[in-house]
């Protein structure tokens, strides 16, 4: 039994029933790419580096909705792209909006989408976005960047008609869609100019490196100097906090301290 008995006197309670059987039918039909939905416990928006303010980003897609709510049949598709090096927070801020907005994540990775027959990258495609839409889930393609290469570049013709595809469901997709990749040069140029905001996620700076010191270790103290010494080669991420806070629990207790953290092999 499929399908529960829904109040429709109730507009909020029906839509919620009807979203519920969405996606318990969604995980019949498609199966779910596996994803941690919540961002981390000592997730810090303030402590990224990124080329758009990150809470600015979160207002303008609120302000994208409330404006589709009230202006009904106007565009109401929202699409982002989050470009960087690895472990910047590009995904961890998509776990973020989806917390604040309410809407789970779907997953897509290139593994779920890449065929070996002819047309079957192009249906993968259209059922990823036609499984969000349905569901009303955040789209997410990570490392999209294998999906929409410069076709210019292309080899081969169904590297060009994958892209054709991409780019013909994204104009057409009512929800959220977030891209991440961190080779933003090799995408095809119309690509670029489809997203509404494309953000850079950089390595934080000293005052993200201080945030995140304190969003991880709250029990250690850090001084200046060392703040200084972990932010001086711009090269540690929010990335790099979260694989030294799963460490951290494998060493002694006196040996946990901020000196641990400040050290050459690290640096």
């Not at 972990?230 to 629990?249: C, K, M, N, Q």
Request: net charge negative.
């Amino acid at each position: 039994k499929l399908l529960p008995s829904l109040d429709f006197s109730d507009s909020d309670a029906a839509f919620s029933g009807v979203q519920k059987v969405f996606e318990a039918n969604s995980k019949l039909l498609y199966g779910k790419a596996k994803l941690r939905d919540k961002p981390v416990s000592a997730y810090a928006i303030n402590a990224l580096n990124t080329s758009v303010d990150a809470q600015e980003i979160v207002d303008m897609v609120k302000n994208a909705q409330e404006f589709s709510n009230e202006n009904p049949g106007t565009e109401n598709g929202v699409r982002i792209l989050c470009y960087g090096v690895s472990g910047t927070g590009k995904t961890e801020f998509a776990r973020y909006l989806s917390q604040l907005l309410h809407k789970p994540i779907l997953l897509k990775r290139a593994s779920d989408i890449f065929g070996m027959y002819v047309g079957e990258n192009e249906a993968n495609i259209r059922q990823a976005f036609n499984e969000a839409e349905a569901t009303g889930q955040i789209l997410l393609f990570d490392e999209a960047d294998s999906f929409f290469a410069n076709r210019a570049d292309a080899a081969h013709s169904w590297e060009r008609s994958t892209t054709n595809e991409f780019l013909t469901q994204m104009e057409e997709f009512k929800g959220i869609l977030i891209c991440t990749t961190n080779l933003k040069q090799i995408m095809d140029p119309a690509m670029n100019r489809r997203f509404h905001i494309c953000v850079e996620f950089k390595p934080p700076v000293e005052q993200g490196i201080k945030i995140l010191c304190e969003s991880y270790f709250p029990q250690l103290t850090f001084s200046d100097e060392q703040i200084c010494r972990l932010a001086r080669p711009e090269s540690l991420t929010p990335g790099d906090f979260g694989s030294l806070y799963s460490r951290i629990r494998f060493m002694d207790k006196e040996a946990r301290n901020s000196s641990v953290f400040v050290t050459d092999e690290l640096l």
